[in-house]
């Protein structure tokens, strides 16, 4: 298998995953609405929406990849209704009708979203959906096509992302990083713990994904053990950086500035706390991986060594003085 498709490549966790691929003499197509973040892969990548099936379809067979990962999606939650998600349902159906055309492809990964179920919310299963957004419903959406799908040649996987971070991130961990580094995040004493993944590991899940045995129509959460507390990774990232202890503050000190946020959001201004993120930030969302665990193995880069090649990246790409 070294022919591969990937759709959303020129995002957060495709722009790590198609340089690995890359470097290790894959054959790689990133097929996405934006520019690849990492200009060095500019070679690969051929603008495509999910929702405009022709030039899809071209592309695609085309190309004739032996796998796909399927990354591609709206992934905000500024979505006031169905349309807005379109790409995560249509789009979907759209890649799979054209996926059975293709006489190579041997199995499909597909993103879907931690967001299936609302954070706090351990599901029974992996048929137990409890989104709280548009975004994850149209992620539920999304699942359904695939699990409903007319069976096929090829072999398809669904994967969910937990809260992944590390280079080339965005919105909200690359916020985590810079509150951090200019000492503006504080322990306001939550006991939040969660799942998280640093991305060097979320691809080596991916390859492993693509190529184990036995796999086909199951659905893994992707990320890392264990779950950690954020004071203590903050604590963590603080000393990488050189500086001190977080320092605490009381919980009423950030419940205002929440609030401060709510109102500045209204108005289109944008504040590092609003109470949809506080409320975020004190609850537990530990997040099942045995599985994934028993297909890939453990991680193989730690949290540490994690926070140092990203605070290497934030130096290089942020100008990060540290």
Request: neutral net charge; aromatic residues 12%; hydrophobic residues 40%.
């Amino acid at each position: 298998m070294k022919k591969i498709l990937v759709t959303g490549g020129s995002g957060f966790i495709g722009t790590n995953l198609i340089a690995n691929l890359l470097g290790e003499g894959y054959e790689v197509l990133n097929l996405d609405k934006a520019a690849p973040r990492n200009k060095d892969q500019a070679t690969v990548w051929q603008q495509a929406d999910l929702l405009d099936y022709d030039k899809l379809h071209q592309l695609i067979t085309a190309f004739s990849p032996e796998a796909i990962v399927h990354l591609a999606a709206v992934t905000d939650l500024d979505g006031t209704n169905d349309e807005y998600y379109k790409a995560n349902t249509a789009g979907v159906a759209n890649l799979l009708k054209i996926a059975a055309e293709l006489p190579a492809l041997a199995r499909v990964l597909l993103a879907s979203s931690m967001y299936v179920c609302k954070p706090g919310y351990i599901p029974k299963g992996y048929d137990d959906y409890k989104p709280h957004t548009l975004y994850g419903k149209s992620k539920v959406e999304g699942e359904l096509v695939v699990k409903n799908s007319p069976k096929q040649s090829f072999e398809w996987v669904i994967f969910r992302p937990t809260s992944i971070w590390g280079p080339w991130f965005g919105i909200p961990y690359i916020d985590f990083f810079n509150v951090v580094y200019q000492d503006r995040y504080f322990d306001f004493g939550s006991t939040c713990t969660k799942t998280y993944g640093y991305v060097e590991n979320t691809v080596y899940q991916l390859k492993k994904l693509l190529t184990a045995p036995g796999i086909h129509g199951r659905t893994f959460y992707i990320g890392d053990q264990p779950p950690i507390h954020i004071a203590e990774w903050a604590n963590e990232i603080a000393a990488e950086m050189g500086k001190g202890k977080i320092k605490k503050v009381p919980y009423l000190a950030i419940q205002a500035a929440a609030t401060v946020g709510d109102v500045l959001a209204k108005f289109g201004i944008k504040f590092p706390m609003t109470s949809f993120r506080l409320t975020n930030m004190q609850t537990d969302n530990v997040l099942p991986l045995d599985a994934l665990y028993e297909v890939t193995g453990g991680s193989p880069v730690s949290r540490k060594m994690g926070v140092r090649h990203t605070l290497d990246w934030l130096r290089d790409h942020k100008g990060y003085k540290i």
